[in-house]
Nanobody
Framework: QVELVESGGGLVQAGGSLRLSCTAS????????MGWFRQAPGKERAFVAV????????TYADSVKGRFTISKDNPKNTGYLQMNNLKPEDTAVYYC???????????????WGQGTQVTVSS
């Protein structure tokens, strides 16, 4: 069993930065891939980024490529999403999730956090 808790969301102006954290309990986090997804108001939840369990492989949605960086600190059971050059269209609730094999498909994920709100003002 893995429990995930996100933190680090907030209100930021366009062009600013935020770093989201995802703290996990349960040993499986260390051997699982971790993904970030987001859900904007009135829209379906969408893939943002995923990192393999070793951290060797990362994949990003085109909309965040070059601006967001996903990372994972296995000894600390914590994952991160560094978000730079934020845009108003990045406003959403951000969720971290855990799965055995890295995937952009949310249906492949077994464990989810409760989400953290990110609001980017113009």
């Amino acid at each position: 069993q893995v429990e995930l808790v996100e933190s680090g969301g907030g209100l930021v102006q366009a062009g600013g930065s935020l770093r989201l954290s995802c703290t996990a309990s349960g040993w499986q986090f260390r051997t699982n891939a971790m993904g970030w997804f987001r859900q904007a108001p009135g829209k379906e939840r969408a893939f943002v980024a995923v990192i393999s369990w070793t951290g060797a492989t990362t994949t990003y949605a085109d909309s965040v490529k070059g601006r967001f960086t996903i990372s994972k600190d296995n000894p600390k059971n914590t994952g991160y999403l560094q978000m730079n050059n934020l845009k108003p269209e990045d406003t959403a609730v951000y969720y971290c999730a855990s799965t055995r094999m890295a995937s952009a498909d949310e249906n492949e994920y077994d464990y989810w956090g409760q989400g953290t709100q990110v609001t980017v003002s113009s």
